[in-house]
């Protein structure tokens, strides 16, 4: 525990903790010591000397930013001596720096030249000496502008790159006054730098200025700074978008505020600009003679209406599905639901997260009661031991691997799970590749030489563990066979390996665990997770801070559109549909008929599209989805939905799906609408209105309700998104205690049950969720999958996200900085086949399945391991799940796209 103590700044009297910064100490307090070099997310580097104060007892001027605080410190943070010292030292820097000035960033240097009189050149005593020194510039980035002219040497991008970003792009070359910063080995462009911007937002001099909208950009005359959260990745970045004539124009991270202390990735910081992009859509669509014709909101939603009310008289409830969206809010998802199961009378309502973590979700939900992550973001850092298995963070959660960069130069070891290589296996001290499909029997071998070296729980098997020993004899039992010898034949991972990456796990005193799509997306995947998490039981590392089990989410609310029952299966707060008694009090609280309220479980994403095909489903309403390119076997998908009498369509751009719609809805994006996200560690989050919408567009919530109005039901009346959030925490028990007033400066993690409840940063620390109390062990076996390389589909292709796209790519490819970085679909294959099949680097060639086919760019690369292959799913023009298959993991319903047997042939 810290202890308090007191200490004096200039006579006065301050309480704190032993051991704080005392220029971070004197700030807190208002007393505002100056200063250029220092940043408290930074460690201090007393570079640029305009801290100095004096401190009873130590002789001289001290750099208060070098200084810890201990009981009783005497400080003198301003007198004459001080001051002096302080324009002195002002003047010296500004002999060597370019005093130019562009109202596009806060220049912290030119404030202090202000304040110490320093304006006028005539009042200096250093002569300018920049002008000699030819400092270059460097504009090679698609982000950024480096200017050594204005460059006061103060460190801090060097080490925001370094200890904040874990990166360590940046450095200084030359000596003394002739030194700048450079990226690389060179410059900026070809460096490794992947356009983070971390650098930009702690330079104090403008120095480092971002390009876009640069030249649009006047802090004193932006409009407004609204506080949101980033609209990509589950990470739920905070971020403040600077308005100026109505359009965004700049985003910044927001500092001291969870989950992300002012870090941002390249798309949370430069991936705004779909935003105000000119093929937003505007207005309502409806098909007539095969084309769109713009038409007015009444008509568009009148047909809505009667379409979706013609096929009910027709066929009955159970034909009409909807697929809701993890890029809408809480708020939206939650009436979406409530529209399919009061106004269609059913429950097929689904969404992205069948198609990503759906088998995670279920063997959580199985095994400990609750399918969330089991920790904050925050615990990456005091973990012992890391672990993350089929999931690229750096690039899919790029703000997450920070913190477990941070973690790692803490001392953490590092386990990267993967079969292919990814940025974060150049920190980790050991990193497996299995084969693809062989996850259960690796995890179940690494169980096998857990117990075998006496690394069990026993304690906590016994006590927390339904079934104790008992069922802990049957688990070892079945992974007896699992040897590290055998494991090795199964999946190509070196037996010393496994047993190192097994022992360093267990033996830790906190080990966490990330997961990701590269587990879950298989018909094995639910297998998968439950080996996983047996890992975790018998070693303890499951209901106790520091340790746990984490699946970050690929969307910015994936999370949330689960908590609030967009779901087949479950209600809000994954109460299941069955559930009799929830039935009743949600009816009540809705204002409906019990009985209206059906208890049969609906179709999952892909049975919806199946059914589809069959006839049985004859209506659609998507809201922000786009299937026709992230669903499996888009063949079958095209087909399926061409079969539909009516599919209607809403969201913020034309994409694969609305080209099939008969009716398009224009909605709002992340930035004109209010409302809350839910990220990943269960953080419940603001979402703020920013600007307007372009043209007719509306907002998602008030057309459902619209169209239900039309259809005869009201599934509510509310003034505005607080009140709908004020229903999800009646409905959803895990959210009873929060609200927008509680969540205004800093979001709160459920479960959450009262308006005094603080939130819950760990789960499972008494109990885990399930009706005993107790975990579960699922014990599986290894089973080969039925998809194989053959003669003629020789390779295994593996599919995935890269850091400059997103999902389907309809908001990031409309964002230049991206697009800049990358913007081309490839595949990548490994070297010695290339060599055996005489394939070159960037050669055109088709890639075919026994599903369908598609062109793209191979990339000769070491990344994919021999026999097997990797591609990008963002790129419509070369569209992956072609390829893919559509069976499904008989426990989630999920799809294996991890796995797929193809062919590659020249063009």
């Not at 201990?70 to 943070?77: F, H, I, L, Q, R």
């Not at 913007?823 to 680097?841: I, R």
Request: charged letters at 25%; one cysteine or more.
């Amino acid at each position: 525990m810290k202890k308090e103590i007191t200490i004096s700044i200039d006579g006065r009297s301050i309480k704190t903790v032993k051991g704080e910064n005392l220029l971070q100490v004197a700030r807190l307090n208002g007393i505002m010591i100056p200063g250029l070099c220092f940043h408290p997310k930074i460690s201090p580097t007393g570079a640029c000397r305009l801290c100095l104060c004096k401190i009873e007892g130590m002789k001289g001027l001290i750099a208060s930013c070098a200084v810890k605080v201990t009981e009783g410190m005497m400080v003198t943070a301003f007198d004459e001596e001080l001051e002096e010292s302080r324009r002195i030292m002002l003047d010296y820097l500004l002999s060597e720096h370019n005093e130019e000035y562009s109202p596009c960033y806060e220049d912290e240097f030119r404030d202090l030249k202000i304040k110490y009189g320093l304006e006028d050149p005539s009042l200096r005593r250093f002569t300018p000496v920049w002008k000699e020194l030819d400092y270059p510039v460097d504009d090679s980035s698609p982000v950024l502008t480096y200017d050594a002219s204005k460059c006061i040497k103060c460190f801090r991008c060097i080490k925001a790159c370094d200890e904040v970003q874990g990166k360590n792009v940046l450095s200084f070359t030359n000596r003394g006054m002739t030194s700048y910063i450079v990226a690389g080995l060179e410059n900026w462009k070809d460096s490794e730098c992947d356009g983070c911007g971390e650098c930009i937002q702690l330079c104090p001099t403008g120095a480092i200025v971002e390009k876009p909208h640069r030249d649009k950009v006047d802090l004193s005359k932006v409009e407004k700074n609204v506080v949101t959260t980033c609209p990509y990745c589950g990470v739920g970045c905070q971020i403040e978008l600077l308005v100026s004539n109505g359009r965004i124009v700049r985003s910044n991270g927001v500092e001291g505020v969870p989950p992300n202390d002012g870090r941002l990735c390249v798309k949370g910081r430069f991936g705004y600009d779909f935003v105000h992009s000119s093929e937003r859509l505007t207005t309502p669509l409806v098909k007539k003679n095969g084309k769109f014709e713009k038409v007015s909101w009444d008509e568009a939603l009148d047909l809505v209406a009667e379409k979706f009310k013609e096929i009910i008289a027709k066929y009955g409830n159970s034909a009409l599905a909807g697929y809701s969206s993890a890029k809408c809010t809480n708020e939206e998802n939650y009436l979406f639901q409530k529209f399919v199961r009061v106004v269609f009378g059913n429950n097929n309502v689904d969404y992205c997260t069948r198609l990503c973590h759906a088998s995670t979700v279920v063997a959580m939900l199985r095994s400990i009661g609750d399918g969330a992550g089991s920790n904050s973001i925050e615990d990456y850092v005091k973990a012992g031991c890391i672990m993350v298995t089929g999931n690229n963070m750096i690039e899919t959660h790029p703000v997450t691997a920070t913190f477990v960069k941070e973690g790692k130069r803490r001392g953490a070891r590092l386990v990267v799970i993967d079969p292919k290589w990814t940025p974060l296996v150049k920190y980790a001290d050991i990193w497996l590749q299995p084969r693809l499909g062989t996850d259960v029997a690796l995890l179940n071998g690494m169980i096998h030489v857990v117990i075998r070296e006496g690394l069990t729980d026993t304690g906590f098997i016994e006590k927390r563990i339904e079934g104790g020993i008992d069922i802990f004899e049957k688990l070892k039992e079945l992974t007896s066979g699992y040897t590290p010898e055998l494991t090795e034949k199964i999946t190509s991972v070196p037996a010393k390996k496994i047993e190192k990456a097994a022992i360093a796990f267990a033996k830790s005193r906190r080990s966490l665990v990330a997961t990701g799509m590269g587990l879950s997306q298989q018909v094995t995947g639910t297998n998968n997770v439950f080996a996983l998490i047996n890992l975790l039981l018998i070693t303890g590392h499951l209901g106790k801070e520091g340790s746990g089990i984490n699946p970050p989410r690929g969307q910015n609310n994936v999370q949330g559109a689960s908590d609030v029952g967009t779901s087949p299966l479950t209600y809000p707060g994954y109460i299941p549909v069955g559930n009799e008694e929830n039935r009743r009090r949600v009816a009540g609280i809705w204002g409906v008929p019990f009985e209206s309220l059906s208890a049969e479980a609906g179709l999952t994403t892909v049975e919806i599209m199946q059914a589809a095909y069959k006839g049985e489903i004859k209506g659609m309403y998507i809201m922000g989805e786009n299937p026709m390119l992230t669903d499996p076997n888009l063949n079958h998908t095209e087909e399926a939905i061409k079969k539909l009498d009516f599919l209607v369509v809403q969201d913020i751009f034309h994409t694969e799906t609305t080209r099939y719609a008969d009716v398009i809805l224009p909605a709002a994006s992340f930035a004109e609408k209010n409302g809350t996200f839910v990220n990943s560690d269960r953080r419940v989050l603001r979402v703020r209105k920013a600007v307007d919408m372009p043209g007719e567009a509306w907002q998602d919530w008030k057309i459902i309700l619209d169209i239900a109005r039309r259809m005869g039901k009201n599934i509510g009346r509310y003034s505005d998104e607080s009140e709908i959030f004020d229903e999800i925490a009646k409905v959803t028990p895990m959210m009873s205690g929060i609200s927008y007033k509680r969540i205004e400066k800093k979001g709160i993690q459920w479960p959450c049950p009262d308006r005094d409840h603080p939130g819950t940063p760990t789960l499972f620390l008494e109990k885990f969720n399930t009706p005993s109390g107790k975990a579960r062990l699922n014990l599986v076996e290894y089973a080969v999958q039925e998809e194989r390389a053959d003669s003629e589909y020789p390779f295994i292709l593996n599919t995935g996200r890269i850091l400059y796209q997103y999902h389907s790519a309809t908001m990031s490819r409309r964002n230049k900085v991206l697009t800049d970085f990358a913007n081309e679909s490839y595949l990548l294959m490994h070297p010695s086949d290339a060599s055996k099949t005489g394939f070159g680097d960037g050669q055109k060639v088709r890639v075919s399945s026994r599903r369908g086919e598609l062109e793209t760019v191979l990339r000769i690369s070491s990344e994919v391991a021999a026999g097997e292959l990797f591609m990008p799913f963002h790129y419509s023009e070369s569209p992956v799940n072609r390829l893919t298959r559509d069976e499904l993991d008989p426990h989630s319903r999920i799809a294996p796209f991890k796995l797929s047997a193809c062919k590659v042939e020249k063009i």
